[in-house]
């Protein structure tokens, strides 16, 4: 499901598709929320697709 904040975009590297996902923080109070956020994000991601 894709929220309003969230954008997707496919790319192909060495004939493998990669699925792309970003999505928009709001009211981030510094880039080390902003950096937790992603990488909270990311590991459920991979975590997901394994």
Excluded: G
């Amino acid at each position: 499901m894709i929220n309003k904040n969230e954008e997707k975009e496919v790319y192909e590297i060495d004939n493998h598709k990669y699925i792309v996902t970003s999505k928009v923080i709001d009211n981030a109070k510094s880039i080390n929320n902003l950096y937790e956020a992603f990488c909270k994000y990311a590991l459920k991601r991979l975590n997901n697709t394994i």
